[in-house]
């Protein structure tokens, strides 16, 4: 668990931050990873985003570096959100992709085995290899995207 603050290591803190790691943190401009990782943990575990910021004040930051955190921490965590939902996306569109591609490779096949049954005594036939290739294409692009 973060522990921010001194104190006994069982005992959890509320707040990402000491006072005095703070005032340095001002002082030097920057502000400490432990504040963005403590923000985005209580947002990924259903925390309001004002909730936090309070947390982050009341710990000592300033307004501007308070709102510096959230913005980050809200903009990763919908980040990683949306990735989450297009990779869900693409598994269904590979998965569609293979099926319509198989089927296609598959009646460029029948259509070629059937025409040249029939032309077994001598005639013409069909060879539809642009469906053939067309549905093998399209089905190894569906299992590309399934596997990504």
Known sequence: MFNPTPGKPDEPQASPSTPNQKNDAAQEG??????????????????????????LL????????????????????????????????????????????GIICLVGIVITFGTLMSASGGGRYVIAWGAIIFGGIQFFRGLAQSKS
């Not at 502000?31 to 910021?53: F, N, Q, W």
């Not at 510096?68 to 921490?73: L, R």
């Open 58 to 101: 009341d710990a000592g930051y300033t307004q501007s570096q308070a709102d510096e955190i959230i913005q980050v921490a809200v903009s990763y965590r919908n980040n990683s959100e949306a990735n989450a939902h297009m990779s869900g996306e693409s598994r269904q569109d590979g998965s569609r992709n293979m099926m319509i591609g």
């Open 30 to 55: 920057n502000i400490p990873d432990e504040a963005y990782t403590y923000a985005l943990e209580c947002l990924l575990k259903g925390s309001k985003p004002s909730d936090v910021r309070r947390s």
